[in-house]
């Protein structure tokens, strides 16, 4: 009650003076103001280029020829972004999906594991994975995947079966772009999960022990719904993250033999502007990309609102 009062009172207090006491925040608070408004928001002008028949010599600020809506109608012909687009729906959602299964399963597990010690052992070694760089992680599995030397091949041919080129072959990959993506993240998406069990009612899975409940219907009964909200609010969430298939990776990992399911948007605007330099249509491309996201943002953020209760302010 005197929590409440106090905020009352601070409420009570006129404008001016809530602003006079807040200045050492809003201090603190201008450092990143300034950062994200160099680096989010000021390039945000340089979007005309996809209006404009961009010269790169006459500059940003230079007399540039404008051509509307050319490049947007280019694209939409242009069967490279075709599959860029297709490729990036069908990547990203595999991703999302499978993630989410994964990282329950193996929160579940882990939670499951009655020596402590143990637990911590095996969260810290599935974890370190999602803090290396996909340069990094590139080289390894160009190794480990290699048809010719790669481990992976080798235990295939040594089960009789034919080496597999995993990083040349549009049949295969696509499936490796998901299950190395997988592997890299999948215990650093289950710290959520763990964190939803850990909130569960202890008294619960003790009442269910008098009535003679097994441990699988435990799990069955009260650890998963009692992460359902968490589980939905996560895959509503992850709706926005559709048109991102993860550039670092695909980049570090595709090759030409490879465009027809392994080229997204990202890295067809990285393609298209800085190696053909076609500033202008890269430009329409990553403003498609960027107007269908924040849609898709707003429209998962309203359903996390509606569904799981979920606000940001």
Avoid: C
């Amino acid at each position: 009650m005197a929590s409440r009062s106090k905020a009352l009172n601070i409420q009570k207090k006129p404008l001016g003076k809530r602003f006079r006491e807040s200045i050492p925040f809003y201090l603190m608070l201008l450092p990143g103001i300034i950062f994200v408004f160099i680096f989010n928001y000021f390039p945000l002008y340089g979007l005309k280029i996809a209006f404009y028949r961009f010269i790169p010599a006459k500059g940003l600020f230079g007399d540039q020829k404008w051509v509307g809506m050319q490049y947007f109608k280019e694209i939409f012909v242009n069967p490279d972004f075709t599959h860029a687009l297709f490729n990036t729906v069908i990547i990203s959602v595999w991703k999302l999906s499978l993630s989410i299964v994964i990282a329950i399963i193996f929160s579940i597990l882990i939670n499951e594991l009655r020596s402590s010690k143990l637990k911590r052992t095996v969260q810290t070694i599935v974890y370190l994975p999602h803090f290396l760089s996909w340069v990094i992680l590139a080289g390894v599995f160009m190794d480990l995947l290699s048809p010719e030397y790669g481990m992976i091949n080798k235990l295939i041919t040594a089960l009789g079966g034919e080496p597999i080129f995993f990083l040349g072959s549009n049949q295969y990959f696509r499936g490796t772009l998901i299950v190395t993506d997988l592997w890299k993240e999948f215990g650093f998406n289950t710290i959520v999960y763990l964190a939803a069990i850990t909130s569960i009612d202890p008294s619960l899975y003790e009442s269910a022990v008098v009535d003679g409940a097994n441990r699988f219907k435990q799990i069955w009964h009260i650890t998963l719904p009692g992460m359902l909200p968490i589980i939905l609010l996560m895959a509503l969430l992850n709706i926005g993250s559709v048109m991102n298939a993860n550039f670092d990776q695909v980049y570090n990992m595709y090759s030409p033999a490879v465009y027809e399911t392994g080229d997204v948007l990202d890295t067809l605007v990285y393609r298209v502007g800085l190696v053909q330099a076609n500033f202008s249509l890269s430009t329409a491309i990553g403003l498609f990309k960027s107007v269908i996201s924040l849609i898709l943002v707003g429209s998962s953020y309203g359903l996390a609102y509606k569904f799981a209760g979920y606000r940001i302010f």
